[in-house]
């Protein structure tokens, strides 16, 4: 199951999709839920901020610099 979050002008209206195994009246009950959220006080960063610092812990992560340190270190050997 997935929900999906989509802006509109008053906040960001939530979608309970249909899928197998949620019934109706549970789609009913947690689109209510959902309704009461107050999106805008939560202050949630945007996708697109999400995925930059996602992208900027990526980048920072030890791991990442020993396999780029590593694979720079067989490109030189074999050139």
Do not use: N
């Amino acid at each position: 199951m997935y929900i999906e979050r989509r802006a509109k002008s008053s906040g960001v209206d939530s979608l309970i999709p249909v899928v197998q195994g949620l019934s109706q009246k549970q789609r009913q009950l947690m689109q209510q839920c959902f309704e009461l959220v107050d999106w805008p006080g939560l202050k949630l960063p945007s996708a697109e901020r999400r995925q930059r610092d996602s992208l900027k812990s990526f980048e920072r992560s030890v791991e990442v610099w020993k396999d780029w340190i590593h694979l720079k270190k067989e490109l030189a050997t074999l050139g």
